[in-house]
Every structure is written in C-alpha cells, then in structure tokens.
C-alpha cells in the first residue's frame, strides 16, 4: 500500500537530497531487538530512517538492538531500505545522501558509490586521525535539520517515545503508521 501512494505522489516529494539518521528508543517491557545502550543507561532499541529533503519518511530498517551503533549492518539496512523505495518506482540512483559523522565508514562510502548515491558525510573525528577523505558540502548538509524535524514528529506519537511492544514487528508496524500520518498531513 505505500508503495502505491508514494507512487501517485512523488512529485510532492523532494528528492534533491536524501537524509538518514538513526534513533535510539528506551524499552520499558524487553522484546525482541533490545540491547542495553550505555548513552541513554538503559535498554533500546534502534532504527534507521531515511527521508526526503522535506522531511517525509520514504523507509526505516528492521528493528535493530539498541547495544549497537547507527552503523552496524549499515549497507544491509539500507539496502532494504533503499528497495523499499524503488518498489515505488522511485530511482535512488544520483541522489545525495546526507548523514552525520556516525555513518562515516569507509565501507558505507563504497556501497554509495556502487549505488551511485553521493556522499555527503560529515567525517567522523576518530577515522584516520580526523582528516576529511572526501569532498564535504557544509550547505548540504545543513538541510540535514529536515531529519532532525521528523524525529520531533515522530515524538509526537507517545507510543514511539518508549517502546513497550515486545514483538519487533509490532513497534516497525506503529513506525509506518506514523509515517503514513505524516506523509497525509503534508499531501
């Protein structure tokens, strides 16, 4: 079904540039894809999202255990995000990914440029000696607030700020729920 409406509204999308993120949810009940996450000192779990430059969600990643990073199984996940969004007959490819330094891998990089898809990185300190090894757009990546917006929307939904589902895909099916709200309120 979304597929079908992304694919009688993309005009009304912005695909000029990509935006991802992850987000970090506090369990409360446990489940399946929980992991203890020493930053927010409790158990979380994690998911990717990917949006237009407006900020409407185009996809999310599986449910993923919150005791790992934004980058683990980083290409894998986007790449079923990624397909998610050509079923909409949508094309990925020469686009612009913009993400913040936390997604600064080499191998990430490389996928992208298999894909096609531009890079716009913020280079991540820690990677050889913090050293910028790729071309960087500051004017880019300051459109990177657009998915910063949709995590306050998406806050908006009280049953996303905390997870209690314990099925994994209980929680992704209240995520898409939430997305297909936002895309109707911008069409």
Known sequence: M????????????????IQLDGTHTPVKRGGQAVGYQS????????????TDN?????ACSEAI?????DAFQLEEQVD??????????????????????????????????????????????R???????????????????VIERTHAWIDGFKCLLIRFETNKKHWEALFLLAFSLILLRKL
């Open 80 to 125: 079923k995000m990624l397909k998610e969004i050509n079923k909409s007959k949508i094309s990925v490819e020469g686009l612009f990914l913009n993400a913040d330094s936390g997604f600064d891998t080499q191998s990430f990089r490389t996928y992208l440029e298999r894909r096609d898809i531009t890079a716009n990185i913020d280079s991540n300190p």
């Open 65 to 69: 255990a919150g005791n790992h990073n």
């Open 39 to 50: 930053r927010k000192k409790c158990k979380t779990s994690n998911m990717l999202l990917l």
């Open 127 to 145: 990677n050889e000696a913090g050293q910028r090894c790729c071309v960087f757009d500051e004017l880019l990546y300051k459109r990177r607030f």
């Open 2 to 17: 979304k597929e079908g409406i992304f694919e009688k509204h993309k005009k009304e999308l912005d695909m000029s540039s």
């Open 54 to 58: 407006n900020g409407i969600p185009l």
